[in-house]
């Protein structure tokens, strides 16, 4: 009877072993592990089926090989658990990061050795703020799919990210670390189920354990991704591209959070939070919901993978929802505004005609001083020579719910030259310095916060409600003077 005993506590220590291991995103690992018991528990089920009678020195081989590879399974996991950081946890606390953003804060809570990415920050929050979706859930999917790409540098994300000269469908840049298919048929930084037959390898023989997984193909319905946001014109993005892969997943969590069928279909997106007025993931709502439908259970590891990409999108810094504007944009002294009577209209000359007051202020200082984004959200820069509203060289960021202006610039920062139009600025970036540029006498900044609003889609509608603008610009705009609180230096030309 020894033989099928330890049959039977093999077949149950095995989902115990394997559960531990896949917490460890080990998953090739356990793949063999599985593969290897399964095989040593056939050969012992063969031996007491065909009535061996070497049940001497055999079957105790047998028992002692079980025995040794067992033992090897958990020194492996005692082994990884201590390199996390404790031996008796699975794994230390998720602690908040350092603030200084997505990227360098998952470096500082996983431990990952420098560098880390810049462009890969970029390309997360800005397919966040394209899908209206969190860039920390699109982060914590990532820790855990393709936790590899956080080592790689910019240069590296950019060559596994390009449209041409690559090794991948029709010469796309690829991420190496998940170039071709699994058991399950998924592939690439963000592990899409993919068709094999329209350029990717070949799947490996199927061992049974995932054979539902190989038949879908989830890649094709969020492929487009980029081309809908107007990243790339492919006509076959690949999923091993790691921008390809982030806006597809960005793509996949935004219709899985509550989306409604049309604006899922079209990717198309009006809000961030379509379950109730608070504009934020909840994790028994959009959190859960996005991160089951996208690894299939919340319960398939020891740590929920669902309680995991919500901590950390907890801890990261910048969760990448565009959020209402905060905190001054700049130094000195209020000189205009906000909300007086301006029967000629001479403030925010955009506006003239519509009868408004102005939901903007004019803060004057000396030339050059710094200029803060108060909110992330999606950059318009517009230089001095294309200006037609008196604005001179201004920034327009929009976000959620509401827009803000920057106006009368010296020049945009080094930091924004290096934005496009449409892409993702955060919050408390340094956008330009002060000055006359436009309609003005002296140095200052004309800082505005308009809401979403079709009046000018750029600019929005203007806020006719006083106690709105100071609630939204959570600051008191009635005293002589401001200061801010942001910090920072402006970035290498």
């Given at each position: 009877?020894?033989?099928?005993?330890?049959?039977?506590?093999?077949?149950?220590?095995?989902?115990?072993?394997?559960?531990?291991?896949?917490?460890?995103?080990l998953?090739k690992?356990?793949?063999?592990?599985?593969?290897?018991?399964?095989?040593?528990?056939?050969?012992?089920?063969?031996?007491?089926?065909?009535?061996?009678?070497c049940?001497?020195?055999l079957?105790?081989?047998?028992?002692?090989?079980?025995?040794?590879?067992?033992?090897l399974?958990?020194?492996?996991?005692?082994?990884?658990?201590?390199?996390?950081?404790?031996?008796?946890?699975i794994e230390?606390?998720?602690?908040?990061?350092?603030?200084?953003?997505i990227?360098?804060?998952?470096?500082?809570?996983k431990l990952?050795?420098?560098?880390?990415?810049v462009?890969?920050e970029r390309?997360?929050?800005?397919?966040?703020?394209?899908?209206?979706?969190?860039?920390?859930?699109?982060?914590g999917i990532?820790?855990?799919?393709?936790?590899?790409?956080?080592?790689?540098?910019?240069?590296?994300?950019?060559?596994f990210?390009?449209d041409?000269?690559?090794s991948?469908?029709?010469?796309?840049?690829?991420?190496?670390?998940?170039?071709?298919?699994?058991?399950?048929?998924a592939?690439?930084?963000?592990?899409?189920?993919v068709?094999?037959?329209?350029?990717?390898?070949?799947?490996?023989?199927s061992?049974?354990?995932?054979?539902?997984?190989?038949?879908?193909?989830?890649w094709?319905?969020?492929?487009?991704?980029?081309?809908?946001?107007?990243?790339r014109?492919?006509?076959?993005?690949?999923?091993r591209?790691?921008?390809?892969?982030?806006?597809?997943?960005?793509?996949?969590l935004?219709?899985?959070?509550?989306?409604?069928?049309?604006?899922?279909?079209?990717?198309?997106?009006?809000?961030?939070?379509?379950?109730?007025?608070?504009?934020?993931?909840?994790?028994?709502?959009e959190v859960?919901s996005?991160?089951?439908?996208?690894?299939?259970?919340?319960?398939?590891?020891?740590?929920?993978?669902?309680?995991?990409?919500?901590?950390?999108?907890?801890?990261?810094?910048?969760t990448?929802?565009?959020?209402?504007?905060?905190?001054n944009?700049?130094?000195?002294?209020?000189?205009?505004?906000?909300?007086?009577?301006?029967?000629?209209?001479?403030?925010?000359?955009?506006?003239?005609?519509?009868?408004?007051?102005?939901?903007?202020?004019?803060?004057?200082?000396?030339t050059?001083?710094?200029?803060?984004?108060?909110?992330?959200?999606?950059?318009?820069?517009?230089?001095?020579?294309?200006d037609?509203?008196?604005?001179?060289?201004?920034?327009?960021?929009?976000?959620?719910?509401?827009?803000?202006?920057y106006?009368?610039?010296?020049?945009?920062?080094?930091?924004?030259?290096?934005?496009?139009?449409?892409?993702?600025?955060?919050?408390?970036?340094?956008?330009?310095?002060?000055?006359?540029?436009?309609?003005?006498?002296?140095?200052?900044?004309h800082?505005?916060?308009?809401?979403v609003?079709?009046?000018?889609?750029?600019?929005?509608?203007?806020?006719?409600?006083?106690?709105?603008?100071?609630?939204?610009?959570?600051?008191?705009?009635?005293?002589?003077?401001?200061?801010?609180?942001?910090?920072g230096?402006d970035?290498?030309p």
């Amino acid at each position: 009877m020894a033989v099928p005993v330890l049959a039977v506590a093999a077949r149950a220590a095995l989902p115990i072993a394997k559960k531990f291991l896949q917490r460890l995103a080990l998953r090739k690992i356990t793949e063999k592990i599985q593969d290897v018991i399964g095989k040593i528990i056939k050969f012992l089920v063969a031996l007491v089926a065909g009535g061996c009678a070497c049940a001497g020195t055999l079957i105790v081989v047998v028992i002692a090989a079980i025995a040794f590879f067992l033992i090897l399974i958990v020194t492996v996991i005692v082994t990884l658990l201590g390199s996390a950081g404790g031996g008796a946890a699975i794994e230390p606390p998720i602690v908040p990061g350092d603030g200084a953003g997505i990227i360098s804060d998952y470096c500082l809570i996983k431990l990952v050795a420098p560098p880390c990415s810049v462009e890969l920050e970029r390309i997360f929050e800005e397919a966040g703020a394209w899908a209206k979706i969190p860039a920390g859930v699109l982060v914590g999917i990532a820790s855990i799919e393709g936790g590899q790409i956080f080592g790689y540098t910019d240069a590296e994300i950019l060559d596994f990210s390009k449209d041409s000269g690559g090794s991948g469908i029709d010469g796309q840049g690829i991420d190496p670390a998940n170039s071709t298919p699994n058991q399950c048929g998924a592939i690439g930084p963000m592990q899409f189920l993919v068709d094999s037959s329209v350029g990717y390898p070949p799947l490996p023989p199927s061992n049974g354990t995932c054979d539902a997984g190989r038949a879908l193909d989830v890649w094709s319905r969020y492929k487009p991704a980029v081309n809908v946001a107007g990243i790339r014109t492919l006509s076959n993005p690949d999923a091993r591209s790691i921008i390809n892969a982030i806006y597809g997943a960005a793509w996949k969590l935004k219709c899985n959070s509550g989306a409604p069928a049309g604006e899922c279909s079209s990717g198309t997106f009006t809000k961030f939070d379509y379950n109730d007025p608070t504009d934020a993931w909840e994790f028994d709502e959009e959190v859960t919901s996005a991160a089951r439908a996208y690894y299939g259970s919340c319960d398939a590891i020891v740590v929920n993978y669902c309680e995991l990409v919500w901590n950390v999108y907890q801890a990261v810094a910048d969760t990448g929802s565009m959020e209402n504007p905060s905190g001054n944009p700049t130094w000195g002294s209020i000189t205009q505004g906000p909300y007086y009577p301006d029967p000629a209209e001479t403030h925010s000359p955009v506006y003239k005609g519509t009868g408004y007051f102005r939901s903007a202020l004019d803060i004057a200082n000396v030339t050059g001083t710094e200029i803060f984004s108060t909110h992330g959200g999606i950059i318009t820069k517009i230089p001095d020579a294309a200006d037609t509203w008196g604005f001179g060289t201004h920034v327009v960021i929009t976000g959620q719910n509401y827009i803000t202006i920057y106006a009368h610039m010296e020049k945009f920062s080094n930091c924004v030259n290096k934005l496009n139009n449409g892409d993702y600025i955060e919050k408390g970036k340094i956008i330009g310095y002060m000055n006359t540029t436009g309609a003005a006498t002296g140095s200052h900044l004309h800082y505005q916060i308009n809401k979403v609003g079709s009046v000018l889609p750029l600019y929005g509608d203007v806020i006719t409600d006083p106690a709105e603008f100071d609630s939204v610009a959570g600051a008191d705009y009635k005293t002589g003077s401001v200061s801010s609180s942001y910090l920072g230096v402006d970035c290498p030309p």
